[in-house]
């Protein structure tokens, strides 16, 4: 064991939810030492369904995807009433007719456990580590690093830490950071994942409580990849919810038009009630907070998992710099600065959605995000086209060359397109194309998330200054 002066790691991420295991993903493949620690003793059979981030490291779906067990497109949902099975089927989403520039349009449906599994297999795949059974007790920090203590003793020192353990945030909370927010839905949920017999996987069955307070819902999702279904059901306001195996067939019979027997295994259930709200701040000192611990979401939007990822993303990238390119500590201060807009956006909409008052379209996908007014954000055109410095680089493809694969990894690229481009270090990668849409000619400088960091009509006006201070001279 190190001294207080010492360092076991160099950051300590504090949660394998989704969150802290593509964090722990993106530090490893940036070289960085991290260490994943889990309450739990395995990876938490989680809720959701989401689809992760369009364009996470290693992760992304090819060109034209394979059909994988482990997830599926969007499904439609069947309406029915209690006593009959559905009939027909409409969409849940809004549909988008993929393009080049967003080639994936479609939600990927993929249930959240397997999602946790594919990134711990990634995380392991590149060396990183995961401790179970080490419940966070203490933290404390000084001006060289973080000390953590947990349950069982265990006492590890690192340069920075990241709280990735969820809503009820137990770094969070010892930290003082405060969330505000509101109570979403005070009617309580139950969610469950049973095996069902007789009952068609091709659907998302609907079945519309007799009352307009939503009291009553009941929705079955088949999972992809499984033999599951996962049951939601909507209950009055101060209700107690009967989380039993009984308790959960007794649900499913009363509002469906199958029998209790019909739900032949519980494998577990659980019971909340929606909340929005977000962290008052992102980072204390050497702390940062990432995922559910800084921001939480009605599930409705299937917006928690993706913009957790997405933050994910967004420091990792920044933790390497600073901690194996010298880039100046001040550059983790722009995590809170772009992430936290577009965490306070997500909250509205997955609140719109929750209460109908919104659809599923182009918003809730996230492939219109945009860091344009962030300081990391350096526009030098005098008349910009449509891809600026802060939007996501779309992609494209150009004599032979498709942009995606070409920024796929950790790395810098700088894009130039139908320009000379001008000296920069071994570290950024350097693809030379004609003008291509919609980036038209010019210089792009990428980020590793994606995102547009530096753009110019030709020369190199800034270019410095903005790489010293991500790190690359």
């Not at 300590?12 to 939810?17: F, I, K, M, N, T």
């Not at 469950?192 to 307070?213: K, N, Q, T």
């Not at 109908?356 to 910009?384: D, F, H, N, W």
Request: positive net charge.
């Amino acid at each position: 064991m190190t001294g207080d002066r010492g360092r076991d790691t160099d950051v300590l991420v504090v949660g394998a939810g989704p969150t802290g295991l593509a964090l722990g993903v993106d530090l490893a493949r940036r070289g960085v030492d991290a260490l994943v620690l889990e309450r739990a003793d395995g990876l938490f059979p989680a809720p959701g369904k989401g689809d992760p981030a369009p364009h996470h490291g290693g992760l992304r779906r090819p060109r034209r995807p394979r059909r994988d067990p482990r997830g599926r497109r969007r499904l439609p949902a069947r309406p029915g009433l209690a006593g009959r099975p559905a009939r027909g089927g409409h969409s849940l989403f809004d549909s988008a007719e993929p393009d080049e520039g967003a080639p994936y349009s479609e939600p990927w449906m993929v249930p959240q456990w397997r999602t946790q599994e594919i990134l711990l297999a990634r995380l392991e795949e590149l060396g990183g580590r995961v401790l179970f059974g080490r419940e966070v007790r203490h933290l404390g920090q000084d001006a060289d690093g973080v000390t953590v203590r947990c349950a069982d003793g265990t006492r590890l020192r690192a340069r920075y830490a990241v709280a990735a353990d969820g809503g009820r945030s137990a770094v969070r909370r010892a930290l003082g950071i405060g969330m505000t927010g509101e109570t979403v839905d005070p009617q309580p949920i139950l969610v469950a994942d049973v095996r069902i017999r007789g009952l068609d996987r091709g659907h998302w069955h609907i079945f519309p409580p007799p009352g307009e307070d939503g009291a009553g819902f009941l929705a079955v999702c088949p999972l992809a990849g499984t033999e599951d279904f996962q049951v939601v059901a909507r209950f009055p306001e101060g209700s107690e919810v009967d989380l039993s195996a009984d308790g959960v067939r007794a649900t499913v019979a009363a509002r469906s038009h199958l029998a209790a027997r019909d739900v032949t295994q519980v494998r577990w259930a659980s019971d909340f009630r929606p909340r929005a709200a977000l962290a008052d701040r992102f980072r204390a000192g050497r702390v940062l907070l990432a995922g559910d611990a800084a921001h939480v979401h009605s599930p409705a939007g299937g917006q928690g998992l993706n913009t957790s990822v997405q933050d994910a993303y967004n420091l990792g990238w920044k933790l390497g710099a600073v901690l194996r390119d010298g880039a100046p500590a001040e550059l983790l201060d722009s995590y809170e600065e772009e992430r936290r807009p577009v965490a306070a956006r997500m909250l509205g909409l997955s609140t719109g959605v929750h209460r109908g008052e919104v659809r599923r379209g182009a918003a809730t996908r996230q492939l219109g995000i945009t860091y344009r007014t962030s300081s990391l954000a350096r526009e030098t055109r005098p008349a910009p086209g449509p891809v600026r410095a802060g939007d996501r680089a779309p992609d494209a493809t150009a004599d032979g060359v498709r942009l995606f694969e070409a920024f796929r990894g950790p790395h810098w690229t700088l894009l130039a397109a139908a320009v000379p481009p001008p000296p920069v270090p071994a570290a950024v990668r350097v693809v030379r194309t004609p003008a291509v849409a919609p980036y038209g000619a010019g210089l792009f400088l990428v980020r590793p998330d994606g995102h547009v960091g530096w753009a110019a009509d030709a020369g190199a006006a800034g270019l410095t200054g903005y790489l010293a201070r991500v790190g690359l001279r």
